[in-house]
């Protein structure tokens, strides 16, 4: 190895580690949870910065500073404001293997959507979105653990629910539609009709689309001859 290339090593190991972001954990209702807060202090620096690049928005910075707090709290999971996380010590301490509920609100962080269950930013696609890349990017589950939900325009139930949606969406019938929805709400353009636009069907007729191609296919009760 000559030195050139040390250096360009160190520097690139360097940029990969950089922190990108400051995670300012508060543990101070909840002492005894402070492993557990640790460990999701940790997932948000290991993810912040690879998730941000997975939502990108042209002149977007996502917040360089988060806040996340384990409040002594005996309902709820867990809930986001701006970059402040909140995650509810009665859900930790039942739940202590759902770290993963900290990137869902890591990415509410990241969407930096003004306005909630408005028009241009439906409840339903906000979580949806921050589902989808918990458990189909983050998680890594595939298609098959999705619950969809047979009823017309079921994609407003949010959640799993709309994640499995968006999956089904990225992995054939529109890669990429997940950050241009992100970019759309982040800048107050959202509308319905962009489903329509990206994927070429209305948003109704896709969702009749994606629970067709979820359904088991139909037993042969036909006798073999
Ligand atoms: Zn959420």
């Excluded at 910075?61 to 996340?68: D, Y």
């Excluded at 306005?115 to 589902?131: F, M, N, Q, R």
């Excluded at 800048?187 to 489903?195: I, N, P, R, V």
Aim: net charge positive; glycine share 8%.
């Amino acid at each position: 190895m000559n030195k050139q290339f040390i250096i360009t090593v160190l520097v690139s190991l360097f940029s990969v580690n950089a922190a990108a972001v400051t995670v300012h954990l508060d543990v101070s209702e909840t002492p005894e949870l402070a492993e557990w807060g640790k460990q999701a202090k940790e997932l948000v620096e290991q993810w912040y910065q690879r998730t941000v690049n997975l939502m990108p928005t042209e002149g977007f910075l996502a917040p360089s500073e988060i806040k996340l707090k384990i409040k002594k709290a005996d309902g709820g999971v867990a809930w986001t404001v701006g970059p402040n996380i909140t995650v509810a010590s009665s859900w930790a301490e039942k739940h202590p293997e759902d770290i993963g509920c900290v990137y869902h609100e890591m990415v509410h962080v990241i969407q930096s959507y003004k306005g909630y269950t408005s028009a241009k930013a439906p409840g339903w696609l906000v979580e949806g979105i921050a589902d989808y890349m918990r458990w189909a990017i983050y998680e890594g589950k595939p298609q098959k653990w999705f619950p969809p939900v047979n009823k017309p325009q079921g994609y407003k139930t949010g959640y799993q629910v709309t994640g499995g949606f968006l999956l089904w969406l990225e992995s054939g019938q529109c890669p990429g539609i997940v950050k241009k929805l992100n970019t759309a709400i982040r800048k107050g353009t959202y509308e319905d009709e962009l489903f329509e636009k990206e994927a070429g069907k209305p948003l109704d007729a896709l969702w009749v689309d994606y629970l067709k191609a979820r359904k088991t296919p139909p037993k042969d009760n036909k006798k073999k001859v």
